[in-house]
């Protein structure tokens, strides 16, 4: 390989998030479990005043909502609030801020982790499934250690880097809303049919705690700071940026959009819950313990079982769907400060075999453990709420710095009324920080955990913590481009297999014949639960490599190669998107052989072959000689076949092999048709000049005789027929079991349209 042989790959990230996808990820922590968790006990600290509480508490949130979309739009990068810190501030405090975040997301973690077998248990407690005595409220270890349980297979998920857990969360935050949106439908047809009742008047008129308007104020001041942890779906969009396919425009909309849809939703169930269980809970109560507040109202809403049923509902689901891109948050944070050096390398490593961040994930499991075990989930909430108060007061800090520090970015949305705003935004999240000191009990516990984990981050920082720098991520870097010509002729070869020379070669050839551009293309597929950015640059490095040796294999054939390297999540959309982008003619594939867990040919294989809009080849090319001597073609009255064995004829050329024709028919008046399409294509074999030979088997089994003629030569090359539409075939009902039952290499070839000269 020359020197100069790797700077001729290209190198992108693939950018795959849309408006949708990203308001999902942020109102996909806060539906469900959030809302349904923190509306009982926010009425405990404020009485019916929650819900000014919550419109208050939106007013605080815009203010630092406008710093987020400030950055987010002017940097979208992986990272959020701790990259913006860390560039704005010295150290230690853009440590202190990725310190506090990362503590921030465990925290969060543990809080949906816990609440999910607090409703668990009951449920089965009111149902007669277990005692009494393990119930929460009565004993608090079963739900911690069914929570605990819960979590490790959440952590085991991550840490192998399962993909099935991943990008769900849309449709399960969807069916959350179809939840929401039934519990309020019954609520505010209940409300309407009892708005007159007394009871319903002594519910609502509780509206302020406290025997004077400063002890109000202070109530609802707590109670804010309680139920803050509703907006924190807005930080997790900031972390999205890298992987926005417009992060200027969307992001700043699904900021917006969370925020909205998640104060309405709020106000909305704790209107319907104060009026229907009013603001005592425990005792002489209608509910048991605050908690289960919301659930209650249902049960009396709906006026059955099934209303409590469905909030429970919501709870497992906002909690299991939350869990997974929670623990995926938390370690993403601690391991970009791994990478950045703000934390002991090690953080940033990969598995080797995984590519899963497995040091990030495991620390972070050790804190959300220690939680779950050693505190109750108020007290968790609460220390999730500081975190974060005290993490979005950096952040608008952050926004008055940079606009200095950065003046000549391109920011699409810049706040108005500067500094004011970020300035308000600190003072109001300061005043709610300090305002949980007199939620009883759980205040001091957060403030004492916040100041243990910030004093603990300084000395990490000042022992271990190197020269920061500020890295640069999400950022396409494109070494070389190969000047390419207009309306030619596209072929994509998606390389899985880096030593399968074969199959350049013959994508090289068909190029060459053609005269076509061939672009190489690897898909580095990183797992879900990481930043597109968050691969290991070595392991770039190394396919870059790669892909130049496969480059200069086109190059012996005569063909230069396009060669690109593209992270991204998923490879079928990944290599989709090129397809359509760059136009492609053909598209060129590579088999193991096979079919795996009741597919056809394989996973992405069939998923190319039956929705791609381009010409497809599929080669296995293993167990293929170096030199071929005879190539047999399976004849079929089908146009497919005759483009497979142009291909053939192309392979026969080049190792001066000879062609055989083989027709397998069940009927004689069968065999007569196929004798004459047999006749064409030994025409096309002798006007290149390639020796041909015609064999004929009368046969009650196609795919055997095919199979048994198939074992002389050292290649078969089969051609789709009309049946490769079907979902249940990928080139045709024989052609695929010959294809899986063959040990030798085979080409299968499908072409969408035909061309003028064929």
Request: charged share 15%; with cysteine.
């Given at each position: 390989?020359?020197?100069?042989?790797?700077?001729?790959?290209?190198?992108?990230?693939?950018?795959?998030?849309?408006?949708?996808?990203?308001?999902?990820?942020?109102?996909?922590?806060?539906?469900?479990?959030?809302?349904?968790?923190?509306?009982?006990?926010?009425?405990?600290?404020?009485?019916?005043?929650?819900?000014?509480?919550?419109?208050?508490?939106l007013?605080v949130?815009?203010?630092?909502?406008?710093?987020?979309?400030?950055?987010?739009?002017?940097?979208?990068?992986?990272?959020?609030?701790?990259?913006?810190?860390?560039?704005a501030?010295?150290?230690?405090?853009?440590?202190?801020?990725?310190?506090?975040?990362?503590?921030g997301?465990?925290?969060?973690?543990?809080?949906?982790?816990?609440?999910?077998?607090?409703?668990?248990?009951?449920?089965?407690?009111?149902?007669?499934?277990?005692?009494?005595d393990?119930?929460?409220?009565?004993?608090?270890?079963?739900?911690?250690?069914?929570?605990?349980?819960?979590?490790?297979?959440?952590?085991?998920?991550?840490?192998r880097?399962?993909?099935?857990?991943?990008?769900?969360?849309?449709?399960?935050?969807?069916?959350?809303?179809?939840?929401?949106?039934?519990?309020?439908?019954?609520?505010?047809?209940?409300?309407?049919?009892n708005?007159?009742s007394?009871?319903?008047?002594?519910?609502?008129?509780?509206?302020?705690?406290?025997?004077?308007g400063?002890?109000?104020a202070l109530?609802?001041?707590v109670?804010?700071?309680?139920?803050f942890?509703?907006?924190?779906?807005?930080?997790?969009?900031?972390?999205?940026?890298e992987?926005?396919?417009?992060?200027?425009?969307?992001?700043?909309?699904?900021?917006?959009?969370?925020?909205?849809?998640?104060?309405?939703?709020?106000?909305?169930?704790?209107?319907?819950?104060?009026?229907?269980?009013?603001?005592?809970?425990?005792?002489?109560?209608?509910?048991?313990?605050?908690?289960?507040?919301?659930?209650?109202?249902?049960?009396?809403?709906?006026?059955?079982?099934?209303?409590?049923?469905?909030?429970?509902?919501?709870?497992g689901?906002?909690?299991?769907?939350?869990?997974?891109?929670?623990?995926?948050?938390?370690?993403?944070?601690?391991?970009?400060m791994?990478r950045?050096?703000?934390l002991?390398?090690?953080?940033?490593?990969?598995?080797?075999?995984?590519?899963?961040?497995?040091?990030?994930?495991l620390?972070s499991?050790?804190?959300?453990?220690?939680?779950?075990l050693?505190?109750?989930?108020?007290?968790?909430?609460?220390?999730?709420?500081?975190?974060?108060?005290?993490?979005?007061?950096?952040?608008?800090?952050?926004?008055?710095v940079?606009?200095?520090?950065l003046?000549?970015?391109?920011?699409?949305?810049?706040?108005?009324?500067?500094?004011y705003?970020?300035?308000?935004?600190?003072?109001?999240?300061?005043?709610?920080?300090?305002?949980?000191?007199?939620l009883?009990?759980?205040?001091?516990?957060?403030?004492a955990?916040?100041?243990?984990?910030?004093?603990?981050?300084?000395?990490?920082?000042?022992?271990?913590?190197?020269k920061?720098?500020?890295?640069?991520?999400?950022k396409?870097?494109?070494?070389?481009?190969?000047?390419?010509?207009?309306?030619?002729?596209?072929?994509?070869?998606?390389?899985?297999?880096?030593?399968?020379?074969?199959?350049?070669e013959?994508?090289?050839?068909?190029?060459?014949?053609?005269?076509?551009?061939?672009?190489?293309?690897?898909?580095?597929?990183?797992?879900?639960?990481?930043?597109?950015?968050?691969i290991?640059?070595?392991?770039?490095?190394?396919?870059?490599?790669?892909?130049?040796?496969?480059?200069?294999?086109?190059?012996?054939?005569?063909?230069?190669?396009?060669?690109?390297?593209m992270v991204?999540?998923?490879?079928?959309?990944?290599?989709?998107?090129?397809?359509?982008?760059?136009?492609?003619?053909?598209?060129?594939?590579?088999?193991t052989?096979?079919?795996?867990?009741?597919?056809?040919?394989?996973?992405?294989?069939?998923?190319?072959?039956?929705?791609?809009?381009?010409?497809?080849?599929?080669?296995?090319?293993?167990?293929?000689?170096?030199?071929?001597?005879?190539?047999?073609?399976?004849?079929?009255?089908?146009?497919?076949?005759?483009?497979?064995?142009?291909?053939?004829?192309?392979?026969?050329?080049?190792?001066a092999?000879?062609v055989?024709?083989f027709?397998a028919?069940?009927?004689?008046?069968?065999?007569?048709?196929?004798?004459v399409?047999?006749?064409?294509?030994?025409?096309?074999?002798?006007?290149?000049?390639?020796?041909?030979?015609?064999?004929?088997?009368?046969?009650?089994?196609?795919?055997?005789?095919?199979?048994?003629?198939?074992?002389?030569?050292?290649?078969?090359?089969?051609?789709a027929?009309?049946?490769?539409s079907?979902?249940?075939?990928?080139?045709?009902?024989?052609?695929?079991?010959?294809?899986?039952?063959?040990?030798?290499?085979v080409?299968?070839?499908?072409?969408?349209?035909?061309?003028?000269?064929?």
């Amino acid at each position: 390989m020359t020197r100069d042989a790797t700077p001729q790959v290209q190198v992108k990230f693939r950018r795959d998030l849309g408006l949708l996808q990203i308001t999902m990820i942020g109102l996909g922590p806060t539906i469900g479990t959030t809302i349904f968790f923190l509306v009982g006990p926010g009425v405990v600290q404020a009485g019916g005043a929650l819900l000014l509480a919550m419109v208050l508490n939106l007013v605080v949130t815009v203010f630092t909502a406008m710093a987020y979309v400030e950055l987010g739009s002017s940097i979208p990068e992986t990272g959020g609030g701790y990259l913006w810190i860390k560039t704005a501030m010295k150290a230690p405090w853009g440590f202190v801020g990725g310190w506090m975040s990362w503590f921030g997301h465990c925290v969060v973690c543990a809080f949906y982790t816990v609440s999910f077998p607090v409703f668990l248990l009951d449920l089965l407690v009111r149902n007669g499934v277990l005692p009494a005595d393990l119930h929460p409220l009565a004993n608090p270890w079963p739900a911690r250690l069914v929570a605990l349980a819960l979590f490790a297979v959440f952590a085991f998920i991550n840490y192998r880097g399962t993909r099935s857990a991943g990008r769900s969360s849309t449709a399960v935050t969807a069916i959350l809303l179809v939840i929401v949106t039934i519990f309020l439908l019954f609520g505010f047809g209940w409300f309407a049919g009892n708005a007159g009742s007394p009871e319903v008047g002594q519910n609502l008129s509780d509206f302020f705690r406290g025997s004077n308007g400063g002890e109000a104020a202070l109530s609802i001041i707590v109670a804010m700071g309680l139920t803050f942890i509703v907006f924190e779906g807005y930080e997790i969009i900031a972390q999205t940026g890298e992987e926005s396919r417009n992060p200027e425009r969307d992001i700043p909309r699904a900021l917006w959009l969370t925020l909205g849809i998640a104060t309405v939703i709020f106000i909305s169930v704790g209107f319907i819950t104060i009026a229907a269980t009013g603001t005592s809970y425990g005792g002489s109560g209608q509910c048991p313990s605050p908690e289960y507040a919301v659930a209650c109202s249902a049960q009396k809403v709906v006026g059955s079982d099934l209303g409590y049923l469905l909030i429970n509902i919501g709870i497992g689901l906002g909690a299991l769907t939350s869990l997974n891109s929670l623990v995926f948050s938390a370690s993403r944070v601690s391991f970009a400060m791994g990478r950045d050096g703000a934390l002991p390398q090690v953080f940033g490593k990969l598995h080797p075999k995984r590519r899963t961040p497995h040091v990030a994930i495991l620390a972070s499991a050790i804190v959300i453990t220690v939680m779950i075990l050693g505190f109750d989930v108020i007290s968790i909430a609460a220390s999730a709420d500081v975190m974060f108060l005290l993490l979005f007061m950096m952040v608008n800090w952050s926004a008055i710095v940079l606009r200095r520090k950065l003046p000549d970015i391109r920011r699409p949305y810049k706040m108005p009324f500067f500094p004011y705003v970020p300035l308000i935004g600190m003072a109001s999240k300061g005043i709610l920080a300090v305002g949980l000191l007199l939620l009883p009990t759980s205040g001091l516990i957060a403030w004492a955990l916040a100041g243990i984990w910030i004093a603990v981050g300084l000395a990490i920082h000042y022992l271990w913590a190197k020269k920061e720098k500020i890295v640069e991520v999400g950022k396409v870097a494109v070494e070389a481009l190969v000047p390419t010509e207009e309306k030619r002729y596209r072929i994509l070869l998606p390389v899985e297999d880096f030593g399968d020379r074969a199959l350049v070669e013959f994508a090289a050839l068909v190029a060459k014949v053609e005269n076509a551009d061939l672009q190489l293309l690897h898909v580095i597929e990183v797992p879900d639960t990481l930043p597109v950015d968050a691969i290991d640059p070595l392991y770039v490095m190394e396919v870059r490599r790669d892909l130049a040796k496969l480059g200069a294999v086109a190059r012996g054939i005569g063909v230069e190669a396009r060669a690109t390297a593209m992270v991204s999540h998923k490879v079928f959309e990944a290599v989709t998107e090129v397809l359509r982008e760059e136009g492609t003619d053909l598209l060129v594939l590579g088999w193991t052989g096979g079919g795996r867990k009741g597919r056809i040919l394989g996973s992405n294989v069939d998923r190319f072959v039956q929705y791609t809009p381009s010409d497809v080849t599929v080669f296995k090319t293993a167990g293929m000689p170096e030199h071929i001597a005879s190539v047999m073609v399976m004849n079929a009255p089908e146009w497919h076949v005759s483009y497979a064995t142009g291909y053939a004829v192309m392979l026969a050329k080049r190792h001066a092999a000879k062609v055989a024709l083989f027709t397998a028919a069940t009927t004689e008046e069968l065999m007569a048709k196929e004798r004459v399409y047999s006749a064409r294509l030994a025409l096309l074999c002798r006007t290149h000049g390639v020796p041909c030979e015609e064999k004929f088997a009368l046969t009650k089994n196609i795919v055997d005789a095919v199979l048994q003629e198939a074992q002389h030569h050292d290649l078969l090359v089969l051609g789709a027929t009309v049946e490769w539409s079907l979902l249940q075939n990928a080139f045709g009902a024989d052609q695929d079991q010959i294809a899986r039952r063959h040990g030798g290499p085979v080409l299968m070839v499908r072409k969408v349209t035909k061309r003028a000269g064929r």
